[in-house]
């Protein structure tokens, strides 16, 4: 099972319709069908369908995840993720934004370390073979196959992407120091930073900004769309994307959303810590998600959009006018210094 898909996403019974929309999924089939099929399951997912019927021995649930099947528009590349339990329609779904992406980017993932590791090794035994051959009856040790730094350091990235597809692994990390870190989930210690959250609107081709007390109901909307957006990194959350060392034997994960705190709708990430962080570490993580959020993962929220019935809203998690990323002690000692202000 550890080639297969997983997605983290909260399945929805017997859903009315999609427009365009944290349980462990696990992508049994993926299954192509033509565009104007997959926009008629997506709509009537209580209908019967025959795509459904074809493909529900590879649906079910057991102790460990649902077992579904992803069915993908052809052309469009959204996806549309079912667990029917022996029905003919998708009694637990799913929309999945960006489903094609999703799927070629896990399977390249796992092909390039396979490839790393494979030329790592071909490498290393072409020069042994070679270096030895001379020798009657040369002998090889298997220590002398793998125990160089570069392979050592491919069987970890291999190892990392097969971790990361098993939910039974989901307490375990590897680390460039420790190597293999399990850590039950009660164990971490968390923490939140809150940064300010720009909502802007459509008016005539114009982004004008959404008055704060009308934003606050796109904290579902906005939610359920990241958690279709971060299902590459299912554990991990932001983490998936730093390269910085000392951080990344630190933080577990880093999972962005968004929530009202005080009438205002927020940006929040929780960070799951394995080790204390020190100030140039705190400095380092704002730095990096600060980053994430204005021009990396949390750009296209802004600059694609989503809809929200008949409006269209774009999501500035970076991008604010007032933005500061604070840890959430910080940010209510500033609302508080702020109210001490207004009196």
Request: hydrophobic share 35%.
């Given at each position: 099972?550890?080639?297969?898909?997983?997605?983290?996403?909260?399945?929805?019974?017997?859903?009315?319709?999609?427009?365009?929309?944290?349980?462990?999924?696990?992508?049994?089939?993926?299954?192509?069908?033509?565009?104007?099929?997959?926009?008629?399951?997506?709509?009537?997912?209580?209908?019967?369908?025959?795509?459904?019927?074809?493909?529900?021995?590879?649906?079910?649930?057991?102790?460990?995840?649902?077992?579904?099947?992803?069915?993908?528009?052809?052309?469009?590349?959204?996806?549309?993720?079912?667990?029917?339990?022996?029905?003919?329609?998708?009694?637990?779904?799913?929309?999945?934004?960006?489903?094609?992406?999703?799927?070629?980017?896990?399977?390249?993932?796992?092909?390039?370390?396979?490839?790393?590791?494979?030329?790592?090794?071909?490498?290393?035994?072409?020069?042994?073979?070679?270096?030895?051959?001379?020798?009657?009856?040369?002998?090889?040790?298997?220590?002398?196959?793998?125990?160089?730094?570069?392979?050592?350091?491919?069987?970890?990235?291999?190892?990392?992407?097969?971790?990361?597809?098993?939910?039974?692994?989901?307490?375990?990390?590897?680390?460039?120091?420790?190597?293999?870190?399990?850590?039950?989930?009660?164990?971490?210690?968390?923490?939140?930073?809150?940064?300010?959250?720009?909502?802007?609107?459509?008016?005539?081709?114009?982004?004008?900004?959404?008055?704060?007390?009308?934003?606050?109901?796109?904290?579902?909307?906005?939610?359920?769309?990241?958690?279709?957006?971060?299902?590459?990194?299912?554990?991990?959350?932001?983490?998936?994307?730093?390269?910085?060392?000392?951080?990344?034997?630190?933080?577990?994960?880093?999972?962005?959303?968004?929530?009202?705190?005080?009438?205002?709708?927020?940006?929040?990430?929780?960070?799951?810590?394995?080790?204390?962080?020190?100030?140039?570490?705190?400095?380092?993580?704002?730095?990096?998600?600060?980053?994430?959020?204005?021009?990396?993962?949390?750009?296209?929220?802004y600059e694609k959009g989503l809809y929200y019935g008949d409006d269209r809203i774009y999501v500035g998690f970076?991008?604010?006018?007032?933005?500061?990323?604070?840890?959430?002690?910080?940010?209510?000692?500033?609302?508080?210094?702020?109210?001490?202000?207004?009196?």
């Amino acid at each position: 099972m550890g080639d297969k898909i997983k997605l983290n996403v909260t399945m929805k019974c017997k859903a009315d319709s999609y427009r365009q929309a944290n349980n462990l999924c696990v992508v049994e089939e993926v299954v192509p069908i033509p565009d104007g099929d997959f926009m008629e399951m997506a709509t009537y997912p209580c209908r019967d369908n025959p795509y459904i019927s074809a493909h529900k021995d590879s649906m079910f649930a057991d102790s460990e995840a649902m077992h579904c099947v992803l069915f993908i528009a052809e052309k469009q590349g959204d996806g549309f993720l079912v667990e029917c339990e022996g029905y003919d329609y998708a009694r637990y779904s799913q929309y999945i934004s960006h489903a094609a992406d999703i799927v070629a980017g896990q399977k390249l993932k796992l092909k390039e370390a396979y490839d790393n590791l494979y030329n790592a090794l071909d490498t290393n035994l072409f020069f042994l073979v070679t270096e030895s051959r001379a020798e009657p009856n040369y002998k090889i040790p298997i220590d002398a196959v793998v125990d160089t730094p570069y392979i050592q350091e491919c069987l970890l990235d291999l190892a990392r992407g097969i971790i990361g597809q098993h939910p039974e692994f989901s307490d375990i990390k590897l680390t460039e120091k420790d190597r293999i870190v399990t850590i039950a989930g009660d164990k971490y210690d968390t923490l939140r930073l809150i940064s300010p959250l720009r909502v802007d609107t459509e008016r005539l081709i114009i982004k004008v900004a959404v008055e704060p007390q009308d934003a606050l109901k796109y904290e579902q909307l906005i939610n359920n769309e990241i958690d279709a957006d971060i299902t590459m990194s299912i554990h991990f959350g932001l983490m998936e994307n730093c390269l910085e060392r000392s951080l990344c034997d630190k933080i577990y994960s880093a999972i962005p959303s968004v929530e009202v705190i005080n009438g205002e709708l927020v940006g929040v990430t929780t960070v799951k810590l394995t080790e204390p962080l020190d100030d140039q570490d705190m400095e380092m993580l704002k730095e990096f998600v600060t980053e994430q959020y204005s021009q990396e993962w949390g750009k296209r929220f802004y600059e694609k959009g989503l809809y929200y019935g008949d409006d269209r809203i774009y999501v500035g998690f970076g991008n604010a006018d007032d933005y500061q990323i604070m840890t959430e002690e910080e940010w209510e000692q500033s609302q508080d210094e702020g109210l001490a202000l207004q009196q």
